[in-house]
């Protein structure tokens, strides 16, 4: 039972590249989350899925898509890159039965945009 | 959206000491979570508590969710505590969850 997991774990890109970050959960919940965490801050809602098929913005979605490709799968991908996503990128992923809502998370992902 | 305030920012302990971590929020909520992001990063779950108190060993949280706001309970500090501390929210039947500015704290030996 791995949990959460993200790839890549570090990730370097030039200005206007492009590049998908993956998510995969083995918990069988029905929800997925990505943030990011800037340095000296808490982390903040990219998008999230609800529930396979449902996609919904958050906090900060722009220059962001995502794709629910399954119950277990998440993906985030930046079309264009730019310096102002240099983060950490977190997934996380949540049952949502009921009331029951907590949220677990993955190891990350470094991403630097030069 | 709802503000979620976490306080102090920054608490220096020495090993051994006890402390206390607070956060406070705008709205009511139906789901609140204490994390410890550890030096390297990794998000650990501490508590899922919308309201009452649990404990885990050393730790321990209070939400009073009337009041809205939540304490963490760290006792008998250990250098391993080191990290940030942060609580989350979710008002309720909603997926959002918003993230305080979390407490960084130093245990000292």
């Known amino acids: 039972n791995a949990g959460v997991t993200q790839t890549p774990k570090f990730q370097v890109l030039k200005t206007g590249q492009s590049m998908t970050l993956q998510c995969a959960q083995d918990?069988?919940?029905?929800?997925m989350y990505w943030y990011r965490q800037d340095p000296g801050m808490g982390l903040r809602l990219i998008y999230y899925?609800?529930?396979?098929?449902?996609?919904d913005k958050g906090e900060v979605p722009n220059g962001y898509n995502v794709s629910r490709l399954n119950k277990r799968e998440f993906s985030l991908r930046l079309e264009s890159a730019a310096p102002s996503q240099t983060s950490v990128y977190f997934c996380?992923?949540?049952?949502?039965?009921?009331?029951?809502?907590?949220?677990?998370f993955g190891p990350g992902t470094r991403l630097t945009v030069l | 959206g709802i503000q979620v305030e976490q306080s102090p920012p920054d608490l220096i302990l020495q090993e051994g000491a006890n402390s206390t971590l607070r956060c406070n929020f705008s709205?009511?909520?139906?789901?609140l979570q204490w994390f410890h992001q550890n030096p390297w990063g990794q998000l650990i779950n501490l508590f899922y508590?919308?309201?009452g108190t649990k404990q885990n060993g050393r730790l321990s949280a209070t939400t009073v969710a009337t009041e809205r706001y939540s304490l963490l309970y760290i006792s008998s500090s250990q250098t391993t505590d080191s990290g940030v501390y942060f609580c989350?929210?979710?008002?309720?039947?909603?997926?959002?969850?918003?993230f305080g500015t979390g407490t960084k704290l130093q245990v000292i030996p």
């Open positions: 709205d009511s909520v139906n789901n």
């Open positions: 989350a929210v979710a008002p309720g039947g909603y997926q959002k969850v918003t």
């Open positions: 996380a992923s949540s049952p949502r039965g009921g009331s029951y809502n907590e949220q677990f």
């Open positions: 918990m069988n919940h029905n929800s």
């Open positions: 508590i919308p309201s």
């Open positions: 899925s609800a529930s396979e098929g449902t996609t």
